[in-house]
Nanobody, 123 residues
Framework: VQLQASGGGLVQPGGSLRLSCVGS????????MGWFRQAPGKEREFVAG????????SVADSVKGRFTISRDRTKNTVYLQMDSLRPEDTAVYYC?????????????????WGQGTQVTVSS
């Protein structure tokens, strides 16, 4: 199983980006999915999660009201819409497929990981 994350880039504070995570097989259409991020010198942290059919979602307090997670199971794709970006959102963002149908806020419950996409928020 491969997960391909894309959509990162350089954006000014207050701007928006949409990250996408495409799975190579049906696995991630039946699994919970998560987005994590890791900034230089910091531990990887949970950003957002969504269950297998999108009926349950959660985002970290640090991004609540600014980031939205969604998925399109027909396309094996999970999205992270990021609005009102701040410099502290700068990090490498990773998508991951949970080992089950739900999601978790701890990274060690995720079975498959994408390669990461860099998001830089700077003027």
């Amino acid at each position: 199983v491969q997960l391909q994350a894309s959509g990162g880039g350089l954006v000014q504070p207050g701007g928006s980006l949409r990250l996408s995570c495409v799975g190579s097989r049906r696995t991630n259409s039946n699994n919970g999915m998560g987005w994590f991020r890791q900034a230089p010198g910091k531990e990887r942290e949970f950003v957002a999660g969504i269950n297998w059919n999108g009926s349950s979602k959660s985002v970290a307090d640090s991004v609540k009201g600014r980031f939205t997670i969604s998925r399109d199971r027909t396309k094996n794709t999970v999205y992270l819409q990021m609005d009102s970006l701040r410099p502290e959102d700068t990090a490498v963002y990773y998508c991951a497929a949970h080992s089950g149908a739900w999601f978790a806020k701890v990274s060690n419950e995720y079975r498959y990981w994408g390669q990461g996409t860099q998001v830089t928020v700077s003027s």
